[in-house]
């Protein structure tokens, strides 16, 4: 079983910036992909980043030009910069990893208010 643990969540003040990490359990090198996603209270969970098995990443139009994703593959571990947080950003964040399955972390709070 992959084991995804996130963490760097909490409350920041709009325009503030977040680093979210997610450690794996297991080799990140050459998954099928790998990314993260979003949910909002009473809304469905939204993806937001991509990265493929080429490396490419696609990012959701909500926070492109906001929002970077990048993956350290030697400490198993990949990261969401998160920068100008909007109040509109509060979600519940998760991150992914498709391999021979789709595994989910067990998502971090992030609060964006004054």
């Known amino acids: 079983q992959v084991q995804l643990v996130e963490s760097g969540g909490g409350l920041v003040q709009p325009g503030g910036s977040l680093r979210l990490a997610c450690q794996t359990s297991?080799?990140?090198?050459?998954?099928?992909?790998m990314g993260w996603a979003r949910q909002a209270p009473g809304k469905q969970r939204e993806l937001i980043t991509t990265?493929?098995?080429?490396?490419?990443?696609l990012y959701a139009d909500s926070v492109k030009g906001r929002f970077a994703t990048s993956v350290d593959n030697a400490q198993k571990t990949m990261y969401l910069q998160m920068n100008s947080l909007k109040p509109e950003d509060t979600a519940v964040y998760y991150c992914?990893?498709?391999?021979?399955?789709?595994?989910w972390g067990q998502g971090t709070q992030v609060t964006v208010s004054s």
């Open positions: 992914y990893l498709h391999s021979n399955d789709v595994y």
């Open positions: 297991e080799s990140i090198f050459n998954v099928e992909s």
């Open positions: 990265v493929d098995s080429s490396g490419r990443t």
